[in-house]
């Protein structure tokens, strides 16, 4: 999450969603989320 | 936020390149997600499942998203797993790295062109062009300036004396030449013809050389009163007989 903070260009929803993503990621950077969860962790 | 619009920013960041998004290859029918910002992150491996790999396929919908190019990552069509950022970076010029609007930084090597130096001479700023130099490669490079132009941003640098350049060296005694459309005499005694001791032309001029300044003196200086020609006359040495 931390290097998303630093390094993405994006922002608002989209950085939002970046950092949902990152947050559920493994050691491998890979995350497997569904959708609905993603939608949940968004306001 | 509604689990439609999710999917719509999932695909824009797809389109972004940050989020790369293998479908239904997780648990439970999910699709993986993996952020890449850097180009030290790997993307996806594209060793086998390359055919399902389609951005627009997220979650087992198999609407693709509107307005949004599918990207395949992997597969016998697939684009190159390199970023596609490090394509559009790549330096235009030997020393300067191109990034956007056709904006560069400063060339490796930069120097005042014959055109800047012609400019320069022409409007009296040569004997500080150097100066002006030292501190506009420095500037440019430190805080890692982009323009289009760097003759042109050279010349504002110049015109505008950024750092007070000029007016620092003025203060130490460095004069500014004369303009070129300057360099005629300002006596007017002989129009035309050349002053020999300041090497300009008379007439017509905004300076006055020297021995014209003199002369031009000598012509206006007002008439001595005849009793201050008087008393000078009595302290004049008598001849020797």
């Not at chain 1, 995350?31 to 306001?43: G, H, K, Q």
């Not at chain 2, 190159?80 to 490796?108: D, F, H, M, N, Q």
């Not at chain 2, 501190?135 to 950024?162: E, P, Q």
């Not at chain 2, 032309?201 to 009793?227: N, S, V, W, Y």
Request: hydrophobic letters at 35%; charged letters at 25%; a positive charge.
């Amino acid at each position: 999450m931390t290097y998303v903070w630093e390094h993405s260009s994006q922002k608002g929803t989209l950085l939002l969603l970046l950092l949902a993503v990152a947050d559920f990621a493994d050691k491998d950077g890979k995350a497997y989320p569904s959708i609905r969860t993603l939608a949940n962790r968004i306001p | 936020m509604s689990p439609r619009n999710t999917q719509r920013a999932v695909i824009a960041l797809v389109a972004s390149t940050e989020l790369a998004v293998r479908s239904e290859d997780g648990p439970h029918g999910t699709s993986i997600y993996q952020v890449i910002i850097n180009e030290t992150l790997p993307l996806f491996g594209v060793e086998g499942g390359g055919d399902n790999l389609s951005h627009a396929n997220l979650s087992g919908d198999k609407k693709q998203g509107r307005g949004v190019t599918p990207r395949v990552l992997g597969g016998d069509t697939a684009m190159s797993p390199e970023p596609s950022l490090t394509v559009s970076r790549e330096p235009s010029t030997p020393g300067a790295t191109r990034l956007r609007k056709g904006k560069t930084t400063i060339p490796a090597g930069f120097t005042i062109s014959d055109a800047v130096r012609a400019w320069a001479t022409e409007h009296g700023y040569e004997p500080y062009i150097e100066h002006h130099l030292a501190h506009f490669t420095d500037y440019a490079k430190s805080n890692g300036k982009l323009y289009a132009d760097w003759d042109g941003a050279f010349r504002n640098c110049i015109r505008s004396d950024w750092g007070g350049i000029r007016a620092a060296l003025v203060r130490q005694g460095v004069k500014p030449r004369q303009k070129a459309s300057e360099l005629f005499c300002q006596d007017e005694a002989s129009p035309g013809e050349v002053c020999g001791l300041a090497g300009v032309p008379r007439g017509g001029g905004a300076i006055r050389c020297d021995h014209h300044e003199l002369k031009h003196q000598e012509r206006t200086r007002a008439p001595m009163p005849p009793h201050v020609r008087a008393a000078l006359d009595k302290f004049k040495p008598k001849a020797m007989t």
